[in-house]
């Protein structure tokens, strides 16, 4: 039996200790240009491989791909203030906010929760091929996906961009970031609420002077050390800190497509009443010739109405008036065109008719059904006590009631308190 080659385990990922006795940090720009190149090739990877599974398609789950695309669509993400200052009304107006930055050239703070879903990400393919190959599907020297590098190679590779994300000097530029970017949200926040006259000049001179003072980033929390966290404490991490912000854009999607789907059926009916083809072409075609045997005739009878109303004498006022409608043709129009236009609402009417006799007569189909239900639940109730009756009669047995039991358990509706909290702690 041949010894199966499992792929050796990561590097050891870097620690809150080694942050703090690191003496240089990485460039921003080196950073972010490794995890958007490492985001972008595995998430292709996912879609062209059959070894990890099928990618989950999901704009509403703060997983690696989400979040690779909202930092290309210039999204924020949820607010780096503390907990007493987050309302629901703050939280829904950040969902329209944007960046006005690309990508590759956004703050390094930005970048914390794909930080977070790169190397999740990449513990959990790590897990996905050791486990392969102890079941025996494959080995280390097979393929990817046709073309591609092998696994042992692919692995290889992502064991580089581990140890670059989990240097000690990665870890401080990424904790430095989040500490400054937090700090200055505080700041934001002073200078916006003495604006709202919420406190008074003062107080706001003597908050910004904390805010300003050397030992700040003390009290602040950075990164999440996330060394010894498995991948699905990390989805679970995400998943909060993302549920606010997400169920609001999911409900905003919701509504913007209804409200599209609502105006595309009103232009549809529009364009049927105002005489498109469609309207016309959706009846059947002996009743279409009906209604337009049907719009002719009522268009000769308003002619010959017209045609006698002229005739009147003019000396008789009351005479003049008709309650039929005449059309008016306005210079450059044709007899002709106010009859195409009269037959074509005629038929439209017509349709209408018809979809209404056939809702009238499916309620009517429906009703039946429900009183046929009813008469034969009666037959069988009397057929039932007459039985219990003859059963009674025939055994010389004192009567007994039996007792139907009445269902529903009345169950306690709970409303979902809206708990907006606690997207990072400090």
Avoid at 77 to 106: C, K, M, N, V
Avoid at 177 to 202: C, F, G, H, M, T
Avoid at 319 to 338: D, F
Wanted: hydrophobic letters at 35%.
């Amino acid at each position: 039996m041949s010894v199966k080659a499992f792929l050796p385990s990561f590097g050891v990922a870097v620690s809150q200790v080694a942050v703090q006795a690191a003496n240089t940090i990485y460039p921003t720009e080196y950073i972010v240009e490794h995890m958007l190149k490492l985001s972008n090739y595995l998430i292709d990877l996912a879609g062209s491989s059959n070894l990890f599974g099928k990618p989950e398609i999901d704009l509403y789950t703060p997983n690696l791909g989400t979040l690779f695309a909202r930092l290309q669509k210039k999204q924020v993400g949820p607010s780096l203030l503390p907990r007493g200052f987050l309302t629901a009304e703050r939280i829904h107006a950040r969902i329209y906010l944007r960046s006005d930055q690309e990508a590759a050239d956004r703050p390094l703070a930005d970048y914390e929760d794909l930080y977070y879903a790169l190397v999740a990400r990449m513990q959990e393919m790590h897990q996905l091929l050791n486990l392969r190959i102890e079941s025996g599907f494959n080995d280390a020297t097979e393929l990817v996906y046709e073309g591609g590098p092998s696994i042992a190679e692919l692995h290889n590779s992502l064991s580089e961009y581990w140890n670059m994300l989990n240097d000690p000097s990665c870890g401080k530029a990424l904790d430095d970031a989040v500490r400054e970017a937090k700090v200055q949200a505080l700041r934001y926040e002073v200078v916006w609420q003495v604006e709202k006259d919420n406190i008074s000049v003062e107080d706001g001179h003597a908050q910004l002077a904390a805010l300003y003072s050397p030992d700040v980033y003390r009290g602040i929390l950075g990164v999440n050390f996330i060394q010894d966290w498995a991948p699905t404490m990390t989805g679970a991490y995400l998943e909060q800190k993302y549920r606010h912000v997400l169920n609001l854009e999911r409900e905003e999607a919701t509504f913007k497509a209804r409200q599209e789907r609502r105006q595309a059926k009103l232009k549809s009916k529009r364009d049927a009443l105002n005489g498109a083809p469609t309207a016309v072409q959706r009846l059947p075609d002996r009743r279409r010739a009906r209604a337009v045997r049907k719009a002719g005739h009522d268009a000769d009878s308003k002619t010959y109405i017209e045609a006698d109303h002229q005739c009147l004498p003019k000396d008789q006022p009351w005479m003049q008036h008709s309650p039929e409608y005449r059309a008016e043709l306005r210079p450059g129009h044709r007899p002709e065109e106010h009859s195409t236009t009269v037959c074509e609402q005629n038929i439209a009417q017509a349709e209408d008719m018809l979809m209404l006799l056939e809702w009238q007569m499916k309620t009517q189909r429906v009703s039946e059904y429900s009183g046929y239900l009813r008469a034969r639940a009666g037959q069988d109730s009397q057929h039932a006590v007459q039985g219990t009756q003859d059963s009674v009669t025939d055994d010389f047995v004192s009567p007994s009631y039996p007792t139907l039991s009445r269902g529903g358990n009345g169950g306690e509706f709970n409303h979902a308190s809206t708990y907006y909290s606690q997207y990072m702690e400090f």
